[in-house]
């Protein structure tokens, strides 16, 4: 696995089982189930979305963005 813990600049990770368990965390959002919640139920809020808009597992990248911070969410090994 990629060591997370050394993205520049980074504060923390969780890295999100399909089902949204966590699997591997650290830094500000070690073991932060609330954080991992929040971020299962936008992933499948995606897939909810008209597939004439958006095609299913179309969603590879949510960026959330605050004026001091940012959450970057990438999903990987999705069945095409």
Do not use: H, W
Not at 4 to 24: K, M, N, S
Not at 41 to 67: A, H, Q
């Amino acid at each position: 696995m990629l060591n997370l813990e050394r993205i520049p600049d980074q504060i923390g990770y969780l890295v999100l089982t399909e089902d949204g368990a966590v699997q591997a965390s650290g830094g500000d959002l070690e073991n932060n189930e609330a954080k991992a919640n929040i971020i299962s139920g936008m992933v499948n809020l995606t897939e909810n979305i008209d597939p004439k808009v958006f095609k299913k597992n179309g969603c590879k990248r949510i960026s959330i963005v605050y004026d001091d911070f940012s959450y970057t969410i990438c999903l990987s090994n999705i069945e095409q």
